[in-house]
């Protein structure tokens, strides 16, 4: 089955690591992105990539790092720079340019800094 | 510059009544895709429904339909004989020809649904 995997689904982190939250998708999508959700709030764009060793800041970027190196895979790192990090974070992933095409979501990995 | 406007925070329908939950949006482009997606405490974000700009017909989807008015720049969500699996947040988002791959999202409603 075609779909986007999140993983961890929950993640425990403690002041001032770093951790990296994983996201692959099997769809043969070129954009992917990552959203931030804080309770009872909508979404906020983190990153987004279009294509292969390429990406954009998002509206909240600061803090966070991205890589792509395969078409596949966009991981997210939530540095030590973050200072809030505790949050539901959000992977997709979505056809390249064509307004009909929708966002595909992961289940999403929830982070809690102790 | 893109926006997506959803007034209303919180919703509640009677178990088998319809409700509409609100959205409107704002663009200069002509061409443009309007999303409604639900989110349920699980936090899953599942597609719901699609309307194109070029669309004359109002989309529908089983129970789902969306009342697309678009000299008033309004894409609301019509949910028919509303069930109490569909208590969950909502989300309105749009994209643009003008903007590619970006989403806009707006701040969602929370709808819950009384027996």
């Known amino acids: 089955d075609g779909g986007i995997t999140q993983s961890p689904k929950y993640l425990f982190r403690k002041e001032g690591q770093n951790v990296t939250l994983s996201c692959e998708q099997n769809l043969n999508h070129d954009a992917m992105y990552w959203y931030r959700q804080d309770p009872g709030q909508g979404l906020r764009l983190i990153y987004y990539?279009?294509?292969?060793?390429?990406?954009q800041k998002g509206d909240i970027a600061e803090g966070y790092s991205v890589s792509r190196e395969k078409k596949e895979s966009f991981p997210l790192t939530v540095t030590s720079a973050q200072k809030n990090p505790t949050a539901f974070y959000l992977c997709?992933?979505?056809?390249?340019?064509?307004?009909?095409?929708?966002?595909?979501f992961g289940e999403g990995s929830r982070l809690t800094v102790l | 510059a893109q926006k997506i406007t959803q007034t209303q925070p919180g919703m509640f329908v009677q178990e088998k009544e319809a409700v509409t939950l609100d959205c409107t949006y704002d663009?200069?482009?002509?061409?443009?895709?309007l999303f409604w997606y639900k989110q349920p405490s699980s936090g899953e974000m599942i597609f719901l429904i699609y309307?194109?700009?070029?669309?004359?017909q109002n989309a529908t989807e089983g129970r789902y339909s969306l009342n697309f008015q678009k000299a008033r720049k309004s894409a609301n969500l019509v949910i028919s004989a509303s069930q109490l699996g569909d208590s969950a947040m909502y989300f309105c988002a749009m994209r643009a020809i003008g903007t590619g791959n970006q989403f806009y999202f707006g701040t969602g409603t929370s709808l819950t649904v009384i027996p």
């Open positions: 663009t200069s482009d002509q061409s443009y895709g």
């Open positions: 990539s279009q294509i292969v060793n390429d990406f």
């Open positions: 309307q194109g700009s070029y669309d004359e």
């Open positions: 997709a992933s979505s056809v390249q340019g064509w307004v009909t095409g929708e966002l595909f």
